[in-house]
């Protein structure tokens, strides 16, 4: 969380302890009052600090929807 700490406070968001998951595979959280153009988002989820965390298979892995995502916003 550290990480996503320090890109909040450089982007000029409002911190916020992200969503812990209670249930399903991830959580993300989007910060607010980030600078226009630097936006944060933290995603949490239960499983190994991986590729693909919650099954190891790309192909039916939150991960890379999610990334995605986030790019095509820019």
Do not use: R
């Not at 302890?17 to 153009?37: A, D, M, N």
């Not at 939150?62 to 820019?74: A, C, D, N, R, Y």
């Amino acid at each position: 969380m550290g990480l996503a700490q320090n890109w909040a406070g450089a982007n000029g968001c409002t911190w916020q302890t992200p969503t812990k998951v209670t249930s399903g595979t991830h959580v993300c959280t989007k910060l607010t009052g980030c600078q226009t153009g630097y936006p944060v988002e933290f995603c949490s989820f239960v499983g190994d600090h991986t590729p693909y965390p919650d099954n190891g298979i790309e192909s039916s892995s939150w991960g890379p929807q999610e990334v995605w995502t986030f790019l095509s916003q820019f």
